[in-house]
């Protein structure tokens, strides 16, 4: 059961590139998120899919985009990468209900230079 | 602006002795808790959670109390071991939205 996963797991971009990070979900869940983990700042929320077809903004969704391909994925994309982009990125997903656990992948950690 | 806060950055717990880990938030609206564990190179993991309708909810060495009035909660781990070292984060939402808000973080550590 292989869970959430993300991919990739590293990645190093330069100043103005762009790319997509990959998640997908066995579980069957509805709920789909993408954090980023920064010292100091903890986990904070880019944007979710509460179900397939829709997508919301989190607390700091500036300079990303998200794609709800299925109800299995959820992609998260950096357009133009910049050097506060640097950050651990987590997906995760859950059923929906407020007493429903959140789910997490294992991170991918994103470089910008 | 951070609905959410960890005010200690960190805490040293010696094994066998209880961690009291705190969390403060600020908007009234939110009415359910969470404590995930976060090891190194993992993503978080579930540990325990509180219902706003309860001030106290225990899970084995695990205790979560709510102080509505004065927007906090705690997590206490009596006795602390070496293997409960690992990144602590709070959560929080409320329910009319779907979204889970995270704190700060406190990395605690349990030496022999």
């Known amino acids: 059961n292989a869970g959430v996963t993300q991919t990739p797991k590293f990645q190093v971009l330069k100043t103005g590139q762009s790319m997509t990070l990959q998640c997908a979900q066995d579980m069957n869940h509805n709920s789909m998120y993408w954090y980023r983990q920064d010292p100091g700042m903890g986990l904070r929320l880019i944007y979710y899919?509460?179900?397939?077809?829709?997508?919301d903004k989190g607390e700091v969704p500036n300079g990303y985009n998200v794609s709800r391909l299925n109800k299995r994925e959820f992609s998260l994309r950096l357009e133009s990468a910049a050097p506060s982009q640097t950050s651990v990125y987590f997906c995760?997903?859950?059923?929906?209900?407020?007493?429903?656990?959140?789910?997490f992948g294992s991170g991918t950690q994103l470089s910008v230079l | 602006d951070q609905q959410v806060k960890q005010n200690s950055p960190s805490l040293s717990v010696q094994e066998g002795r209880i961690s009291i880990l705190n969390c403060d938030y600020t908007n009234s609206m939110f009415d359910y808790f969470l404590w995930y564990k976060k090891y190194p190179a993992e993503g978080p993991t579930f540990l325990i959670s509180i219902s706003s309708i309860k001030d106290k909810n225990e899970d084995g060495r695990f205790t979560v109390f709510l102080n509505k009035s004065a927007k906090h909660l705690s997590l206490h781990i009596v006795p602390s071991q070496p293997g409960d070292s690992a990144v602590y984060f709070c959560?929080?939402?409320?329910?009319?939205?779907?979204?889970?808000?995270f704190g700060t973080g406190t990395r605690l550590q349990v030496f022999p």
């Open positions: 995760a997903s859950r059923f929906p209900g407020q007493f429903e656990k959140l789910f």
């Open positions: 959560a929080a939402e409320s329910d009319n939205t779907d979204k889970l808000i």
């Open positions: 899919s509460a179900s397939e077809g829709t997508t």
